[in-house]
């Protein structure tokens, strides 16, 4: 007999910490402590060979879980890119697992309308407040 599912809570597949991959001898030059990741690709490289101590390399283990990969910390919902009012309408009936997330692109009016449209639908929106206070102050 088949066992059935758990639904498991996104608490709890979430990583507690993640995994910070610094590049192979960042350490002894500051010009490449500050800079990200870059693959070894030396013959000899005993980061890129895998050898113990010299640090993890970037691979797919350290990916997080699918369920939880792009929730919002917080509010551990999945952000909804929305562009105009008109988009919001698709959060409609799914407010509890999608949030809405206003795109980089929208000019302050229809941020505005977004939000005040979000507030009466009862739709989280992530960024709410972004690029309104320096708008209002100017």
């Known amino acids: 007999m088949v066992a059935p599912k758990l639904k498991l ?20 030059f500051t010009r490449l402590a ?28 350290f990916r997080s879980d699918r369920r939880v990969r792009f929730h919002d910390k917080q509010t551990k919902l999945v952000p909804y890119v929305v562009n105009n009012v008109k988009d919001l309408e698709v959060l409609l009936l799914h407010s509890d697992k999608y949030a809405a997330l206003i795109a980089h692109r929208t000019g302050a009016k229809k941020r505005k309308a977004i939000v005040e449209r979000a507030r009466e639908l009862d739709i989280k929106v992530l960024n709410a407040t972004a690029r309104l206070k320096t708008e209002e102050t100017q």
């Open 9 to 28: 809570k996104v608490q709890e597949h979430r990583k507690t910490k993640n995994k910070v991959f610094r590049r192979f001898d960042a350490h002894k």
């Open 34 to 61: 500050r800079t990200s990741w870059r693959r070894p690709h030396g013959i000899d490289n005993p980061m890129r060979r895998h050898y113990r101590g010299h640090g993890a390399m970037v691979s797919v283990g």
